[in-house]
């Protein structure tokens, strides 16, 4: 899906619904609450699949996405910047010759230098290029993939067209980071993911605090309109992942859940227009 240019008409379809927004519920079930809630884009845990895929079928998906209508636009998560290549990447590469979503959501830790993990993450690109799956590289503070630069850099080194950032704005607050911080990132920025949160960390591991304590949109301290406002100026194109983790969200009803995430989407673009 192409979003449009101004954020300001953005609705819950213009986003992929991540996965672990709602618990490890059937997909079913998973997929009716994403599709009452007014959400098109799904994604899918490699994790998660990877059990599934033991005792079922791909086919099994599809006629689920079918009967509600969805796509799947997201894979999560591998690494890809390792000497020994991630496990996961195998039942990944399954996914994505099947479904041929936009984008694989890559973290670090990377081994050895930039310039190693450079070269492992083209690796990896090149062997999923041929499914029209882009590699989205997500900085996190608790990695040594720590900062948008730190991704820049590797994707500069790396050289390849499918290689890009998915900028979590958590992650650009759990970094201290300002908004001016993505001044250099936004040419290499394709995917820009969502929630919101407090200005200071709730919890002293920031693993575990960005697994706890994430906020539907508007229910925060982010500046998401000035994020906004920066992605319609620098890179229109960005795609949208939403991507609420809270154990209080995830402890009620994952249709409830689904409804009250697309309307804090609705609450914030509303201030745009």
């Known amino acids: 899906m192409t979003p449009p240019a101004s954020s300001a008409k953005l609705t819950p379809a213009d986003f992929t619904f991540s996965w672990n927004c709602i ?67 195998v039942v990944a590469a399954t996914l994505a010759e099947h479904f ?40 996190l503070p608790f990695t040594n993939m720590t900062t948008p630069a730190d991704s820049v850099r590797i994707i500069e080194l790396a050289g390849r067209k499918n290689i890009s950032i998915c900028m979590d704005v958590w992650h650009l607050y759990r970094n201290q980071l300002p908004l001016s911080a993505l001044d250099d990132a936004w040419p290499h920025i394709s995917t820009l993911q969502f929630n919101d949160g407090t200005i200071e960390q709730e919890e002293p591991d920031l693993r575990d605090d960005c697994l706890h304590n994430r906020r539907i949109l508007g229910e925060g301290e982010f500046d998401l309109i000035g994020l906004l406002r920066e992605r319609d100026k620098r890179r229109p194109d960005t795609t949208f992942s939403i991507e609420v983790i809270n154990t209080g969200l995830r402890a009620q009803d994952p249709s409830l859940t689904a409804r009250q995430i697309a309307q804090g989407i609705l609450n914030v673009i509303s201030l745009l227009q």
């Open 23 to 89: 618990p490890d519920i059937p997909l079913a079930e998973r997929f009716a609450a994403v599709r009452d809630a007014g959400f098109r884009d799904i994604g899918l845990s490699i994790r998660w699949m990877t059990e599934f895929l033991i005792d079922h079928s791909l086919s099994e998906v599809d006629d689920l996405l079918d009967e509600f209508g969805l796509v799947v636009t997201e894979i999560e998560a591998a690494r890809v910047m390792l000497s020994d290549p991630d496990p996961r990447l």
């Open 100 to 139: 041929h979503p936009q984008r694989l959501q890559a973290t670090g830790d990377f081994d050895g230098t930039f310039e190693d993990a450079a070269r492992y993450a083209g690796v990896v690109a090149d062997q999923f290029a041929e499914f029209g799956t882009e590699i989205v590289l997500e900085p």
